[in-house]
C-alpha cells in the first residue's frame, strides 16, 4: 500500500458543471476524511467518514457538495454546479478508528480544481 | 469554537541554523492534540511532530522538537540544524477526536 491516493490530480472544469473525485485510502484505515484548501490557507474540514457512514459535516459542504464512501473503502466528492469560488485544492485524509484523539491522518496529494 | 493562529506568513533560515515557528490555539477541551505538519511544493503533508495536551513534557523528533505551553495556549515548532529539505509550508494543528484544525501556515524558506 502507496498511501492515500487521489484522483484526478488536476481538473479544470467551466462553471456550472458537475465534478466527482475519488480517494483511495490506506487499506486498513476506517476513517476517511476531506478538506479544503485554498491559496494561502491550511486546509479546512468538509466531512467525515467512519467505515460507510458520514458522521460529521461542515458547514461549508453546501447542498451542492455530497461525499459518499458506499463500501467504506474509496470515497467520491461530487460538486455539482460548480462556481468560481470553488477552485481549490481538496484533500482526503485516512486514519485508523483508535479511541483516542491521538489518530494520525494521513494525506494524500490532493485534487486541484479550477473553475473558469 | 477551535481555532488555530499561526502568525508568522513566512520565515527563513540559513542552513544549519535554528528557526522557530510560532502557533497559539484555542479549544474548550481538555483533551486534545496538537500537531504539526509539512508540507512540501506539490507534495501530500506529512507529519512532523505531535504533543499530548496532557503531557508536560515537550515532545521531540530529532531535529524537531515543540515548547508547548498549555496555559498559554501556544505551541511553537523549533527546527534545528535546519535542511534545503526542510523548505516547505509549516501548518500546525489542533486535533480532537473528528478532525484537525489547521492554522493559516508559515512558508519556510532555507538558504543555503
Known amino acids: 500500500d502507496t498511501g492515500v491516493s487521489q484522483d484526478p490530480r488536476h481538473k479544470i472544469t467551466k462553471r456550472g458543471q458537475n465534478v466527482t473525485f475519488r480517494c483511495d485510502p490506506i487499506?486498513?484505515?476506517?476513517?476517511l476524511y476531506w478538506y479544503r484548501q485554498t491559496l494561502g490557507q491550511g486546509p479546512e474540514f468538509l466531512t467525515y467518514f467512519q467505515n460507510e457512514a458520514q458522521l460529521e459535516k461542515s458547514r461549508l459542504l453546501s447542498d451542492r457538495f455530497s461525499a459518499e464512501r458506499p463500501k467504506g473503502s474509496f470515497s467520491t466528492l461530487e460538486i455539482q454546479r460548480t462556481e468560481q469560488g470553488d477552485s481549490a485544492m481538496y484533500l482526503c485524509a485516512s486514519s485508523l478508528d483508535y479511541d483516542t484523539v491521538d489518530t494520525e491522518a494521513f494525506f494524500g496529494q490532493g485534487t486541484r480544481l479550477t473553475v473558469v | 469554537a477551535q481555532t488555530v493562529t499561526q502568525s508568522q506568513p513566512e520565515m527563513s533560515v540559513q542552513e544549519a541554523e535554528t528557526v522557530t515557528l510560532s502557533c497559539t490555539y484555542d479549544?474548550?477541551?481538555?483533551?486534545?492534540?496538537l500537531f504539526w505538519y509539512k508540507q512540501p511544493p506539490s507534495r501530500q503533508m506529512i507529519l512532523v511532530i505531535r504533543q499530548e495536551a496532557y503531557k508536560q513534557q515537550n515532545a521531540t523528533e530529532n531535529r524537531f522538537s515543540v515548547n508547548f505551553q498549555k496555559a498559554a495556549k501556544s505551541f511553537s515548532l523549533k527546527i534545528s540544524d535546519s535542511q534545503l529539505g526542510d523548505a516547505a509550508m509549516y501548518f500546525c494543528?489542533?486535533?480532537?477526536?473528528?478532525?484537525?484544525?489547521f492554522g493559516a501556515g508559515t512558508r519556510l524558506a532555507v538558504h543555503p
Open positions: 494543528a489542533l486535533g480532537g477526536y473528528n478532525k484537525l484544525i
Open positions: 479549544t474548550s477541551e481538555s483533551d486534545y492534540y
Open positions: 487499506s486498513e484505515h476506517n476513517r
